[in-house]
């Protein structure tokens, strides 16, 4: 008799720790699927000799844009900017533009904003990193072209 009750006693343990466990699992992924944010892709332009595809060097070459202008943003940089990467942006065919855009929205975007969202909160005064004495303000320049640019794409 003792061995049933001990039996019976853990059986009901194990019942309870196995709906914990069930609970905690449902809570995670509803809360993992209310805290995402989807944000969505705009389809490529078809500007480039490739059309809406992109090479693989150009896939390459997006994405280490997207890193590039991601690292430069993240945290408090009002004092030093990767300027490179924002001209490069600048510089691309409309096709590169919107697959950077696109790139890091999905890499990125997780946090709750656009590219251009992350541009428009970048403040405008930066040092040259080369010249850390010499004020450059070319990056609100640079801003400005970029988020026209973005306006005149649609890019949210």
Do not use: C, H
Not at 53 to 64: D, F, H, M, P, S
């Amino acid at each position: 008799m003792n061995e049933l009750a001990s039996m019976m006693k853990f059986k009901g343990y194990l019942t309870a720790g196995i709906i914990v466990v069930v609970i905690i699992v449902i809570i995670y992924y509803v809360g993992r699927k209310s805290g995402s944010v989807k944000i969505e892709q705009i389809p490529l332009p078809n500007d480039s000799a490739s059309g809406k595809t992109l090479t693989e060097q150009e896939g390459q070459q997006v994405r280490a844009l997207s890193i590039s202008l991601y690292k430069d943003m993240k945290g408090l940089n009002a004092f030093t900017r990767n300027e490179a990467a924002y001209r490069e942006l600048s510089t691309l065919s409309d096709t590169l533009f919107v697959a950077v855009y696109n790139d890091f929205n999905t890499l990125y975007g997780k946090e709750g904003e656009t590219l251009k969202q992350w541009i428009e909160n970048e403040k405008s005064m930066s040092l040259n990193v080369l010249q850390p004495w010499a004020y450059n303000f070319s990056f609100a320049e640079l801003k400005e072209t970029i988020l026209s640019r973005m306006n005149r794409l649609n890019l949210q």
